[in-house]
Nanobody, 120 residues
Framework: QVQLVESGGGLAQAGGSLRLSCAAS????????MAWFRQAPGKEREFVAS???????YYTDSVKGRFSISRDSAKITLYLQMNSLKPEDTAVYYC??????????????WGQGTQVTVSS
């Protein structure tokens, strides 16, 4: 079983940057696809970015050119570099993982979330 722990959230000004980290534990964690989702108050959980089992990356349109997803060499830590932050990026950000090798998989494992707040 995989456990995920997010960190790096906090306060930022519009136009600023933050980097989120997600540490994965578990014997087979390095073989999993991983992703970031976010959820603002009163809103549905939204896909942000993913890195699949072979390293291909995907982004939702609203963050393209601003956010970058990456993994460390051991593939057990996931990062989300967030630049040019906007107030609408304010949300709880969740790390997710799955062993499923599909383009749009169901994510089986979730972290506890980390709050990102962007002031205008």
């Amino acid at each position: 079983q995989v456990q995920l722990v997010e960190s790096g959230g906090g306060l930022a000004q519009a136009g600023g940057s933050l980097r989120l980290s997600c540490a994965a534990s578990g014997r087979t964690a390095s073989t999993y696809s991983m992703a970031w989702f976010r959820q603002a108050p009163g809103k549905e959980r939204e896909f942000v970015a993913s890195s699949n089992w072979i390293g291909s990356t995907y982004y939702t349109d609203s963050v393209k050119g601003r956010f970058s997803i990456s993994r460390d060499s051991a593939k057990i830590t996931l990062y989300l570099q967030m630049n040019s932050l906007k107030p609408e990026d304010t949300a709880v950000y969740y790390c997710a993982a799955t062993s499923s090798r599909t383009i749009r998989p169901k994510y089986d494992y979730w972290g506890q979330g980390t709050q990102v707040t962007v002031s205008s």
